[in-house]
């Protein structure tokens, strides 16, 4: 009888003994998980002797050096990539400016009417060359940092005066009358001037591009001061998408541009501490940008 009591205490100290390490084990588990929802991509320790768990440990920790050593290379690897891409644009621009100042001289000069059309296929596609150029540029020193904004008052009526202005010819070959409502007083706005002109200069040309041929911008001020440009439209626009990077409407090569001066719009009016949104009404695409006041 006294062996049988004897085999069963030792049995009840065995099982309570591997209950109690099942619960310490269960607990360390949890323990482990939380860390690793909580800190990441840290380092986990474990604080119950257990070989089986200190190995498994040492494979997360393990795996976790070398995920981050991944990363660090990846990062490494996207800016050295955005600089190259950089210094690439920066190099072709010079290069791309001269053939267009060639061709411009050859169709001035040029009297022959088929060579003629040809210099302007050219020029045309030398223009839109640098025009890519111009946009990975600004992608690459927007992606990469490399800009501090420089922020000062600017008259934003005078500023749409201006581009208005300087895009006449381009308003004319598509047969667009631009329509510019704007206030009697002069709005002034707290941003860097040559960020502003840039988006202004892309919305404009977004919109010569793909207008029927009528374009709207009026020029608000409330709490915000309010920039708006709207244009007629002859496709269908994601207006949810119209700022992502390579977002074109047209998913097809056929037309032009990469998609990226929505996006370069965008990221611009970050910079200056803006907002930036767009909205459809029929055949009529609204982009409005908000910017600050300049306040005494």
């Not at 996006?263 to 930036?276: A, H, L, S």
Request: hydrophobic content about 45%; some cysteine; proline content about 1%.
């Amino acid at each position: 009888m006294m062996r049988y009591m004897i085999i069963i205490a030792v049995l009840v100290i065995v099982v309570s003994f591997l209950t109690l390490k099942l619960c310490l084990v269960k607990q360390q588990m949890r323990k482990i998980v939380k860390q690793l929802e909580e800190q990441g991509e840290n380092f986990i320790s474990v604080d119950f002797v257990d070989r089986d768990l200190e190995t498994m440990a040492l494979k997360i920790n393990e795996n976790l050096d070398l995920i981050q050593k991944i990363k660090a290379e990846a990062v490494k690897g996207e800016q050295a990539m955005k600089s190259s891409i950089s210094m690439i644009s920066h190099d072709m621009r010079t290069p791309l400016t001269s053939v267009i100042g060639y061709l411009q001289l050859a169709e001035k000069n040029c009297q022959e009417k088929e060579t003629l059309q040809d210099i302007r296929i050219a020029l045309d596609r030398a223009k839109y060359s640098n025009k890519l150029v111009d946009d990975f540029f600004e992608l690459s020193v927007i992606d990469s940092n490399q800009y501090t904004p420089v922020m000062e008052k600017v008259n934003i009526c005078e500023v749409v005066c201006e581009e208005i202005l300087a895009n006449y010819l381009e308003f004319e070959k598509k047969g667009i009358t631009p329509l510019f409502e704007q206030a009697d007083d002069v709005i002034d706005v707290w941003a860097d001037r040559k960020l502003l002109i840039r988006v202004i200069q892309n919305l404009i040309s977004n919109g010569i591009k793909y207008s029927t041929g009528k374009m709207e911008f009026s020029v608000i001020q409330d709490d915000k001061v309010v920039f708006s440009i709207s244009n007629s439209i002859s496709q269908s626009i994601d207006v949810e998408k119209i700022f992502d990077k390579f977002y074109r409407a047209d998913a097809s090569r056929n037309s032009e541009g990469m998609g990226l001066g929505l996006y370069i719009c965008r990221k611009f009016i970050e910079e200056i501490q803006g907002n930036i949104s767009a909205y459809s009404n029929g055949d009529m695409l609204t982009i409005k940008v908000e910017l600050n006041p300049f306040l005494l």
